[in-house]
């Protein structure tokens, strides 16, 4: 199908913002620009006083677990994961993991996030399945904790996924392996994750390196930062690697970094929150190193909001830096939409320009927070919020048009997702 | 008028939030709880499925400069003022001033906020008409920049709008004295501007130890840190101070704030678009220091979104601290509300409870943020967004109702504000 978004204030990939028009057709952008004579689109949406932005890449997230959103806060680390998470977790079933994927699904479009790297499990054909519903593009993997006792098994599970699922519904769905973490995955155990990936052409997405503990534990255990012994299992030496969080890095995680061109999904937020640390993103973005950002689960943070991650962004390098330039706005805000692409592995979303994906958020410049109407890349990272998205395309279809969803059903989905939290949490 | 607001989840100042009632005689908390049968309200509020919360004070701000919202951002600092915003500044009229300041107060009632402490000027009577044609809370004073010619001008200014206006509007406006900065006030100039407060009971509000260049700046001239010669001066000894920023503070000056119950604005969102650094809140909260917050104008911010700046404070220490416990959400809930009524000097606000003012601001738990409905505060501060406000009360007035608008005309304010803004800065 044609379509076209008209008269529409466009974040192109160089910066620029003009007033243009937007020619879909099928899944793909055919061209932004005056409106060829021949160009007969079925559909037209005027995007008139609308901002057209490439649609947030949320690079690294744990959707079901907004079942936990605000459950437990302001705990120290251990306590929140030993008395409440965990013990929650545990008695999720696999409605649960589809409920809490469908609320993600639905704050995701309704905050104009249209892809997602997701690492959680048991039940991540469940999350598939909500993806598919919504209709967003989803990168998943099953996360798999090599210490528990069925480690194998979850390597086996997330073979499975693999093959069921990558490249599905018509390529929005993508499949990587999901190694937790280098402390919950010795080495013997991330060379089978290693090989069994590498045999499936699969990638990984893992976290590394998010708190001091983790390092001075690795220190401790094997004389080694995680970065250095991991690269010799051979993790990094498949198709691609997507790193979570990156917080505390020196130069020899640096070198590896670079040498296998690792991704880093960086989560401002849920690093605030959860005291890790800063990570260095200005040096980690001279040097070259693709890097995204990610929400973490709604138990860190406590929202899907990519527009809050871009905005912190900003601003927690600046401060954190004592430089007011460190990462300016539409840098920031390349980071949550072309650089997330990047760091996915989806070469072809995350730029408004022909040829990409029709992955497109539009957001309503109505209202005092867009007012008077300078820089709109400004007026989007430092004063707007969420709320003013209103129109979300996913590969060339609208999942919501003008606040109305086209695909999910919210009133039932918060009924069910506030029925699998009563049990869980109760 | 008596008014009743029914079956709401309610912050009281224990941190609780119990479904219960509030109701409203005149223009205060006439009591929580059940509704005895003699209270007759002439209008009843349905607060099924709301939260309400003591409406936000925002300590610190710069109302008029919303024309200057993302008009030049990502600068140095000095690039900035000099080249963009003092070139825009200096051709506002009092038209701007006042179309500015709608600007502002279209935008703190859609999100919320009930008071304001603003500093600005020329023609600060026209903010004071701003205030009141909106029915907010409003403390104003009077920039007033010792180094410039017409310094002494600027005090009889703020003189006078003391006398025309503190107490004004059944009380809602207040007025002090606005010293901008010892690095724009000389000692002796100071003195004056103490002498002037002093002389008509006005409290003082003032800009400290913004920055370190500020302080650096201070030890060469004067040999002597800000807070230790401003004390000197007498600005300290009068009715009470407001000191905004307090980003770099050392012992000596802890105790200065100490000895003077000297209120502090923190601003965490222009610090850290600023790059200015990150107060020492949590030692500031157990010294016992009145420690609330501010967004500062909106061309260090970019918004006036108060529920933004709560959610920083307890982002942003926990991360500066290495400590998740640094600042829980409902602790920024009070620097937001309760801890804001102490700072600029109205005991009677930042609080549901019986005998406070009716400054009281509605949120709509309706959609994903919200679900599933555990903590209500901690959905509120690490959640939500400010668009889920819908009804906002200042002084037993209705200012918006369920999203409607009660004294502010938004399509004007926004036409009359953009042309104020294209003339002041093309």
Redesign the interface.
Known sequence: MKMLIKNVTAVLPDGSTPVTNIMIDKNKIAGIGEVPEDFRPAKVIDGTNHLAIPGFVNAHTHASM??????A?????MDWLNKEIWPAEAKMNDEDIYWGAM?AM??MV?TGTTTYADMYGPWMERVAEATIDAGLRGVLSRGIIGVAPDGEQKIQENADLFRQFNGAADGRLKVMFGPHAPYTCPPKFLEKVAAAAQDLGAEIHIHMHETMDEINGSLKEYGERPFTWVEKTGLFDGKGTLAAHCVHLDDSDFAILKKHNIRVAHNP?S????????APVPRLLQEGIVTALGTDG?SS???L?ML?EVN?A???H??N??????V??FTALQMGTEFGGKAVGIEDIGRLEKGYKADITLLNMQ???W?????PV??LV??????SVDTVIVDGNVLMEKNELKTLD?ER??FE??R???RI?K
Chains 1, 2 share one sequence.
Do not use: F, W
């Open positions: 907004t079942l936990l959103r605000s459950y806060d302001d705990m120290a680390l609320l639905l704050e309704r937020g690093n605030m929150k959860l005291a890790s640390g800063v709604t943070n406590n929202n909001d809050e912190l900003a601003m927690l600046k401060v830096e004592a430089d007011p330039l460190a300016p706005a209202g005092p927070a007012c008077p109407r300078n820089n400004s007026l430092y004063s707007a919020n969420a709320s919210e989905i918060l997702a506030q699998c939290a009563d949490t």
